[in-house]
Protein backbone atom coordinates (compact mmCIF):
# COMPACT_ATOMS: atom_id res chain seq x y z
CA UNK A 1 0.00 0.00 0.00
CA UNK A 2 1.58 3.73 -0.38
CA UNK A 3 0.04 6.66 1.78
CA UNK A 4 -0.02 10.09 0.42
CA UNK A 5 -0.53 12.47 3.60
CA UNK A 6 -0.43 16.55 3.20
CA UNK A 7 0.42 18.93 5.69
CA UNK A 8 0.39 22.77 6.20
CA UNK A 9 -2.79 24.25 5.27
CA UNK A 10 -4.79 26.80 7.38
CA UNK A 11 -5.38 30.29 7.25
CA UNK A 12 -3.53 33.21 6.13
CA UNK A 13 -3.93 37.16 5.32
CA UNK A 14 -3.34 38.04 1.69
CA UNK A 15 0.43 38.87 0.82
CA UNK A 16 1.18 36.21 3.79
CA UNK A 17 2.99 32.96 2.95
CA UNK A 18 2.59 29.08 3.68
CA UNK A 19 4.56 26.05 3.49
CA UNK A 20 2.71 22.95 2.49
CA UNK A 21 4.02 19.37 3.15
CA UNK A 22 3.56 15.88 1.44
CA UNK A 23 4.98 12.69 2.74
CA UNK A 24 4.69 9.16 0.26
CA UNK A 25 5.25 6.30 2.35
CA UNK A 26 4.39 2.79 2.02
CA UNK A 27 5.87 -0.44 -0.20
CA UNK A 28 7.28 2.38 -2.81
CA UNK A 29 9.94 1.32 -5.57
CA UNK A 30 10.53 4.73 -6.92
CA UNK A 31 8.81 8.39 -7.39
CA UNK A 32 9.17 9.43 -10.73
CA UNK A 33 7.59 12.95 -10.29
CA UNK A 34 5.40 14.55 -7.24
CA UNK A 35 3.14 17.59 -7.47
CA UNK A 36 0.61 19.70 -6.58
CA UNK A 37 -2.98 20.37 -7.47
CA UNK A 38 -5.93 22.73 -5.67
CA UNK A 39 -9.34 22.55 -6.19
CA UNK A 40 -10.69 26.49 -5.81
CA UNK A 41 -14.55 26.13 -4.52
CA UNK A 42 -16.88 25.58 -7.43
CA UNK A 43 -14.09 24.73 -10.03
CA UNK A 44 -12.10 21.94 -11.11
CA UNK A 45 -8.83 20.82 -10.23
CA UNK A 46 -6.18 22.57 -11.38
CA UNK A 47 -2.26 21.99 -11.33
CA UNK A 48 -0.12 24.27 -9.37
CA UNK A 49 3.35 22.52 -10.00
CA UNK A 50 5.30 19.83 -11.08
CA UNK A 51 8.66 18.09 -10.22
CA UNK A 52 9.83 14.96 -11.70
CA UNK A 53 12.81 12.87 -10.46
CA UNK A 54 15.50 14.60 -12.52
CA UNK A 55 14.45 17.55 -14.96
CA UNK A 56 12.85 21.02 -14.39
CA UNK A 57 9.77 22.30 -12.53
CA UNK A 58 6.44 23.60 -14.13
CA UNK A 59 4.43 26.44 -12.73
CA UNK A 60 1.22 27.03 -13.95
CA UNK A 61 1.27 30.87 -14.75
CA UNK A 62 -0.62 31.85 -12.12
CA UNK A 63 1.57 31.13 -9.09
CA UNK A 64 4.79 31.73 -11.35
CA UNK A 65 7.27 34.07 -8.95
CA UNK A 66 5.41 32.99 -5.69
CA UNK A 67 4.96 29.27 -5.42
CA UNK A 68 8.40 27.23 -4.88
CA UNK A 69 8.10 23.39 -5.19
CA UNK A 70 10.85 21.28 -3.87
CA UNK A 71 11.42 17.87 -3.26
CA UNK A 72 13.55 15.92 -0.59
CA UNK A 73 14.08 12.18 -2.46
CA UNK A 74 15.52 10.55 0.30
CA UNK A 75 12.57 11.61 2.48
CA UNK A 76 9.91 11.11 -0.43
CA UNK A 77 8.34 14.76 0.92
CA UNK A 78 7.55 17.05 -1.92
CA UNK A 79 7.21 20.89 -0.73
CA UNK A 80 5.25 24.09 -1.95
CA UNK A 81 6.61 27.28 -0.46
CA UNK A 82 3.56 29.93 -0.80
CA UNK A 83 4.31 33.46 -0.89
CA UNK A 84 2.89 36.54 -1.72
CA UNK A 85 -0.66 34.91 -1.19
CA UNK A 86 -3.69 36.32 -2.58
CA UNK A 87 -7.57 35.57 -1.67
CA UNK A 88 -7.59 33.62 -5.33
CA UNK A 89 -5.62 31.34 -4.34
CA UNK A 90 -7.83 30.14 -1.70
CA UNK A 91 -8.45 26.08 -2.31
CA UNK A 92 -8.07 22.51 -1.46
CA UNK A 93 -4.56 21.61 -2.35
CA UNK A 94 -3.71 18.17 -3.23
CA UNK A 95 -0.26 16.15 -3.53
CA UNK A 96 0.16 13.93 -6.61
CA UNK A 97 2.81 11.36 -6.67
CA UNK A 98 3.46 9.17 -9.98
CA UNK A 99 5.37 6.58 -8.68
CA UNK A 100 5.87 2.56 -8.81
CA UNK A 101 4.98 -0.10 -5.48
CA UNK A 102 7.05 -2.64 -5.02
CA UNK A 103 6.49 -5.62 -6.89
CA UNK A 104 4.37 -6.28 -10.65
CA UNK A 105 2.76 -2.86 -10.73
CA UNK A 106 3.05 -0.47 -13.60
CA UNK A 107 3.86 3.14 -12.68
CA UNK A 108 0.36 4.62 -11.27
CA UNK A 109 -0.81 8.11 -9.69
CA UNK A 110 -1.50 8.28 -5.99
CA UNK A 111 -3.28 10.84 -4.65
CA UNK A 112 -3.41 12.87 -1.02
CA UNK A 113 -6.46 13.15 0.81
CA UNK A 114 -6.46 17.57 0.40
CA UNK A 115 -5.23 20.04 2.95
CA UNK A 116 -7.36 23.56 2.74
CA UNK A 117 -5.65 27.07 2.25
CA UNK A 118 -7.89 29.95 3.16
CA UNK A 119 -6.40 32.93 2.16
CA UNK A 120 -8.78 35.81 3.73
CA UNK A 121 -8.48 39.17 5.66
Known amino acids: QVQIVESGGGLVQPGGSLRLSCAASGSIFSIYAMGWYRQPPGKQRELVATIPSGGSTNYADSVKGRFTISRDNAKNTAYLQMNSLKPEDTAVYYC???????????????WGQGTQVTVSS
Open 96 to 110: NAFLKRMGPYAPSDY
